[in-house]
């Protein structure tokens, strides 16, 4: 359907621009009566505003599909992303959005907390292997400078 009305508009367009130019044929009003039938047909709409024809009906289809699409999407995202993602549902009410947006805060300080201790231990046992201690080598009691 939508590449039907995709053609319906291009030729509108470019019998727009042929009458602009008087250049209109015999041809061209055999196209105008065949470009009425098949919008009638596709029960198309114009807008003013676009100067298009629209298929109001298979748009608002192609939006209830899209809102059912989301809500099977939905409870999937929120096990995938948890309170990051459930913070944002239009059903809460802004006590309860604040509310996980100060835990999802909470849970992002500890988990970064967990990576900074984890990349100190990693940096001690790389630099442990290496005889060094906090990137200088280490000294032994053979050796002494005098």
């Given at each position: 359907?939508?590449?039907?009305?995709?053609?319906v508009n291009d030729t509108l367009n470019l019998l727009r621009g042929k009458s602009i130019r008087f250049i209109l044929?015999?041809?061209?009003?055999?196209?105008?009566?065949?470009?009425?039938?098949?919008?009638?047909?596709?029960?198309?709409?114009?807008?003013?505003?676009?100067?298009?024809?629209?298929?109001?009906?298979?748009?608002?289809?192609?939006?209830?599909?899209?809102?059912?699409?989301?809500?099977?999407?939905?409870?999937?995202?929120?096990?995938?992303?948890?309170?990051?993602?459930?913070?944002?549902?239009?059903?809460?009410?802004?006590?309860?959005?604040?509310?996980?947006?100060?835990e999802s805060a909470k849970k992002m300080k500890e988990r970064e907390a967990a990576r900074l201790e984890r990349n100190?231990?990693?940096?001690?046992?790389?630099?442990?292997?290496?005889?060094?201690?906090?990137?200088?080598?280490?000294?032994?009691?053979?050796?002494?400078?005098?």
């Amino acid at each position: 359907m939508y590449k039907q009305q995709v053609l319906v508009n291009d030729t509108l367009n470019l019998l727009r621009g042929k009458s602009i130019r008087f250049i209109l044929e015999d041809g061209d009003l055999r196209m105008i009566a065949n470009l009425v039938a098949v919008i009638d047909e596709l029960g198309l709409e114009y807008d003013p505003e676009g100067m298009v024809y629209r298929d109001r009906k298979g748009e608002e289809e192609r939006h209830q599909r899209r809102r059912k699409l989301a809500a099977e999407l939905e409870p999937g995202l929120n096990a995938l992303f948890g309170a990051e993602y459930s913070q944002y549902d239009p059903r809460l009410s802004p006590e309860e959005r604040e509310a996980l947006k100060k835990e999802s805060a909470k849970k992002m300080k500890e988990r970064e907390a967990a990576r900074l201790e984890r990349n100190r231990k990693a940096r001690e046992k790389y630099h442990a292997k290496k005889g060094k201690v906090n990137g200088r080598k280490r000294k032994t009691k053979g050796s002494s400078k005098s």
